[in-house]
C-alpha cells in the first residue's frame, strides 16, 4: 500500500509534522483541516486527502486530535526512533551543518564525518573526529548510518554518492549541485537553493522594477 | 493564467532546466520526455503535462530542443535577468551561503549581508562588508534588491523575516526552522534539511536493522 502514496504527499508530512508540533507547544488539543491548511498554505482538502491515506483521523467536523495526530504521522514517517548520520565534506558548508542545531532535537545524530583533504582530517570538529574518505568503507561497518549528508563540492559529489551507496547507506541529503544518481533502492533529497530561488523568481519576476 | 499553474509544476521547472543544461553542455541537440524523466524520476506523461501549461514544445515523437527548450524556461522562470540578494545572518551557516559558489553561475548575487552581532558587523566577508541590521531598512532603499536570504536562529527569524519584507524584498530563502509567516504577495520556501530527512525516513524505516 505504501508504495502507491505519491511522493509529494510523503513530502508534505514532515510540514504538518512541524505545524503540529507548534500547536502541540502551545498546549492545543485540537485542530481542524482549516485552521492548519491557513498555517501551511495548503487547502483544506488536500489536507483531508493526505491524510485520508493511511486511515481515519478525526471526526467528521470535530478537527483533528493534536496529540493523536503526531503520534501516527512519527509513526507514519518512522522518526519515532534516532537515525544515524555520516557527514561527507568537512568544509564551510560541512563545518555549518555540523554545527547546525535542528538536527539532534529530531532525532537525527551525525556519527561520523569525512573528508578527502588530509589537512582536515584528525581536526576535532564539533565533537566528532574528521577522518579520512579512504577509510569510509571500514568505518561504515561499526558505524552502521543509513543516513548520509554530502556537502561536498559538485565534481566529487557522484563519487562520493557511490562510496556511501556501496558502504549501506538507504538516504541521502545532497548539498552538491548536481543531478546524482543513485540504485532504485536508495532515497536521495538535493539541498539546492538555487532551485527554490528559481521556484520563486516565476512569481515575482512582473512585479516592479528591476533593481 | 499563471495563477492557474499548480505550485508543484513551478517548483519541477528548475529541476528541468538543471537537467537539460546538463545535455546543453553534453552537445545534445534533442532530448524526448522518456529520458528527461529517466533523469529526474518523473513519467514522461508528466513531464508533457507540466510543459502543457506553457504551449506547446516539441512534436509528437520529435522530442524536445533542448536549446529551444532550456530558453523557453529561462524566460518563464524569469531567469534570463540577474537577482540581487540581501544576505541576514553571517554565522557559520551565513558565511558558507556567502561562500556558496552556485549562486553567481545562475545569475544570483548576494549583495548586501547582515548581521545583529556588533562582532560581525564591519568585517568584509567574501568581498562585502557586513552591516548592522539595524541599518538594513536605509540600504535597501540603496540595493534594491527583491530577494533575501534568512540565515539567522529560529528565535529571530520571524523578526528578520519582517524587516526584510517592509524593506521590499519580495522572495525569501529561509534556512531557519521555523514555520515563517508573510504577506500573501511575498514567496518564502524553507531551506530545512529535517523536512528532506523525515520525508525519506519514510520509505527506509522498514529496511534493515536499526543501527
Not at 504521522?73 to 554545527?99: D, N, P
Not at 556501496?166 to 545532497?174: D, P, T
Amino acid at each position: 500500500m505504501a508504495l502507491e502514496i505519491p511522493e509529494v504527499v510523503i513530502d508534505r508530512l514532515p510540514i504538518y509534522v512541524r505545524a503540529l508540533t507548534v500547536l502541540e507547544r502551545q498546549g492545543r488539543d485540537v485542530v481542524n483541516s482549516q485552521e492548519l491548511g491557513g498555517k501551511l498554505g495548503v487547502t483544506p482538502a488536500q489536507i483531508r486527502k493526505d491524510l485520508s491515506y493511511f486511515g481515519r483521523f478525526g471526526k467528521q467536523g470535530r478537527g483533528y486530535n493534536v496529540k493523536r495526530l503526531l503520534e501516527e504521522l512519527h509513526q507514519i514517517l518512522g522518526i519515532t526512533r534516532e537515525w544515524s548520520m555520516v557527514l561527507v565534506g568537512v568544509g564551510q558548508l560541512g563545518r555549518a551543518i555540523l554545527g547546525y542545531g535542528g538536527f539532534a532535537p529530531q532525532g537525527f545524530r551525525i556519527v561520523g564525518a569525512f573528508d578527502v583533504d588530509s589537512a582536515a582530517v584528525g581536526e576535532r570538529v564539533d565533537g566528532l573526529e574528521v577522518k579520512s574518505i579512504d577509510v569510509l568503507p571500514e568505518e561504515m561497518r561499526q558505524l552502521r548510518a543509513q543516513l548520509g549528508i554530502v556537502a561536498v563540492p559538485a565534481a566529487s559529489a557522484q563519487q562520493v554518492i557511490d562510496m556511501l551507496v556501496e558502504s549501506g547507506v538507504k538516504a541521502i541529503l545532497n548539498y552538491a549541485p548536481i543531478a546524482a544518481h543513485v540504485p532504485p533502492d536508495v532515497r536521495i533529497k538535493d539541498i539546492d537553493p538555487v532551485l527554490a530561488l528559481q521556484s520563486m523568481t516565476f512569481y515575482i519576476k512582473e512585479s516592479g522594477a528591476a533593481p
